[in-house]
């Protein structure tokens, strides 16, 4: 038997293409392969746990002090060590909750750019525009040193919807003029604790009691640690009293040569004659 493969194959063309656009019959449909996405409308709310922050201060355009608000380690007259530094972290969420966060408290001695040592640690669980104040006993090693030291605290969150207002510290100093009088002169340490060479910037920061530091830039070899020099005086324009006196800061800056921040001081004078 012969066949016309010409008009057998037209034929099979045109019968395909008439039963696919004709066909009484509903085509199979193919089963859709199951999603291993979600598709969220609206991102899960996220906490922001938080704490004063000089790096944000600076990011803000806004005068840091290295005397943090959130942290108290120190009495007045004399100025001393407390037994345990108090610590105030805060949720900043208005909805989310800050589950489990870590606060890490750290101390080194006072100057710029010092190296930390971690001292401890605490869970905390923070509700929305939750604040807590954590205490951080302080080793028997820190209390029998030097009363002015540096502390830090850094927050960690898996969550944190914010991260540059995480860590920051409480270095500074306290004198009161009954006691050391109007004029003072300063010295404390800075190191480039990097293994590179670099340069070190320092300024103060805006002030009334005229402040001055030097040097002022310093090119520094690696793990280089130099003295810098701080005076400012108290004008005989401003008076308060033992029950009310006036408090005025004197804050120095250090960066990098590239401007990284490496820290800061501050120096607190309470004007109480």
Not at 87 to 111: C, D, E, M, P
Not at 157 to 176: E, F, P
Request: glycine share 8%; charged share 15%.
């Amino acid at each position: 038997m012969e066949y016309d493969t010409g008009t057998f194959s037209a034929r099979g063309i045109m019968n395909v293409s008439t039963r696919s656009s004709f066909s009484w019959c509903e085509p199979q449909r193919r089963k859709s392969r199951a999603s291993c996405c979600v598709a969220i409308e609206k991102p899960p709310e996220r906490p922001d746990p938080a704490s004063y922050s000089q790096e944000e201060k600076l990011a803000l355009g806004q005068i840091p002090t290295w005397n943090s608000p959130d942290i108290t380690t120190n009495e007045w007259s004399p100025f001393r060590l407390r037994q345990e530094a108090e610590v105030k972290v805060r949720n900043l969420s208005a909805t989310a909750s800050a589950a489990n966060a870590l606060i890490h408290f750290y101390v080194s001695q006072f100057g710029i750019g010092m190296n930390r040592v971690a001292l401890s640690s605490a869970m905390v669980s923070l509700s929305p525009l939750q604040e807590r104040t954590i205490l951080f006993p302080f080793s028997q090693a820190v209390l029998g040193g030097s009363p002015t030291i540096g502390v830090y605290t850094k927050i960690e969150h898996s969550s944190d919807i914010k991260l540059i207002n995480n860590t920051g510290g409480q270095v500074h100093h306290g004198v009161m003029t009954s006691e050391s009088g109007r004029n003072f002169t300063f010295q404390f340490p800075v190191v480039n604790a990097q293994g590179a060479a670099n340069q070190v910037t320092l300024s103060v920061m805006p002030n009334d009691l005229s402040g001055s530091v030097s040097p002022s830039t310093r090119n520094c070899s690696p793990w280089e640690q130099f003295m810098a020099t701080l005076t400012f005086h108290v004008p005989n324009t401003i008076h308060g009293t033992p029950g009310a006196s006036v408090e005025k800061e004197v804050t120095v800056l250090g960066r990098f040569g590239n401007g990284s921040l490496i820290g800061g001081v501050t120096y607190v004078v309470r004007i109480d004659d």
